[in-house]
């Protein structure tokens, strides 16, 4: 698991296993963000197996899938109202950390999208998906 800090109390991870919310707790995530769809790909965790292990492990968990296609998704209020409520720190993960960290710059004020744009940019992530909500 690599887990990327886009800013204070916001990271974002590639896909996770049960196994590893543990140490996403103990690390100090209060907040589980799943922004995969279940069976994107065969073989890859279910949204109700992490589910179960952050309810184990303390955290509160928010299953928010989106796709390059569907993007920004139906909840992009929702996600942004969970970026910002303070519950945090926030942990979110796809695939790669892509759509995650695409969602964090589209769920910024728009006197904030450029500079958490710049962020993203430079720890390596195709903002591509949020362009097109620019």
Same mark, same amino acid.
């Given at each position: ?33 799943? !922004?995969?769809?279940? !069976? ?27 796709? /390059? ?10 996600? =942004? =109202?969970?970026? !910002? ?8 993960? +796809?695939?790669?950390?892509?759509? +995650? ?11 904030? =999208?450029?500079?958490?744009? /710049? ?13 097109? +909500?620019?």
């Amino acid at each position: 698991m690599r887990i990327v800090k886009l800013a204070e109390g916001y990271a974002v991870s590639e896909q996770i296993t049960p196994t590893e919310v543990a140490a996403i707790a103990q690390a100090g995530y209060r907040v589980l963000i799943n !922004n995969r769809p279940d !069976n994107e790909v065969p073989g890859q965790p279910a949204s109700a197996d992490i589910a179960a292990a952050a309810a184990a492990a303390g955290l509160e968990y928010h299953y928010i899938p989106v796709t /390059a296609a569907s993007f920004p998704g139906p909840d992009i209020e929702r996600m =942004r =109202r969970l970026l !910002n409520d303070g519950n945090g720190p926030v942990l979110a993960f +796809c695939r790669s950390g892509t759509r +995650c960290a695409n969602l964090w710059v589209a769920t910024r004020e728009e006197h904030g =999208r450029a500079e958490a744009g /710049a962020v993203a940019s430079s720890l390596g992530y195709d903002l591509g998906m949020s362009a097109r +909500c620019l």
